[in-house]
C-alpha cells in the first residue's frame, strides 16, 4: 500500500505519458505469452497486440491497466534486449500515427493527379 501512495505522489506526469506502449524492433517470432512474460512484470496489463502481417511484424501495442505501469515499463525496458534485438519502448501518440497516414494518403493522391494530367517526376 506504501508504493501506490508514492506512486500517486508524483508530480505530474508529461503529457505523452499514457496506458497505451508501441513497441518497435521485436523478433518476427515472439509469442503474445513471451510479451506477457516481459511486460507483464511491470504491472496489470489489459491487452497486448502484435503485429502479424508484412507491415507490421516486430512491433506490438501494450495496454497497461494503470499509467504508472506503463511509464514503469517505459522506463525499465526501452534498450532491453530480446533475442539479440533492443526494444524500442515508445507511449502510443494517435497524433504522430495520423501523421504518417495521412502523409501516404498525399503521395497517393499526388501520383494519382501526375497519371492523370501525364506529368512525370522521373528525369529523362
Do not use: C, W
Not at 3 to 14: D, F
Amino acid at each position: 500500500m506504501a508504493t501506490i501512495s508514492l506512486r500517486r505522489g508524483n508530480a505530474r506526469l508529461p503529457p505523452e505519458v499514457n496506458r497505451v506502449l508501441y513497441v518497435r524492433n521485436l523478433p518476427f517470432n515472439i509469442t503474445s505469452e513471451e510479451m506477457y512474460d516481459i511486460f507483464g512484470k511491470y504491472g496489470a496489463i489489459r491487452q497486448i497486440r502484435v503485429g502479424t502481417n508484412k507491415d507490421t511484424r516486430g512491433t506490438a501495442f501494450v495496454v497497461y491497466e494503470d499509467i504508472y505501469d506503463a511509464k514503469n515499463a517505459v522506463d525499465h525496458l526501452s534498450g532491453f534486449n530480446v533475442a539479440n534485438r533492443y526494444l524500442i519502448v515508445l507511449y502510443y501518440q494517435q497524433a504522430k500515427m495520423s501523421k504518417k497516414v495521412d502523409q501516404k494518403k498525399k503521395e497517393e493522391e499526388i501520383v494519382k493527379l501526375q497519371e492523370k494530367y501525364g506529368v512525370s517526376t522521373k528525369e529523362k
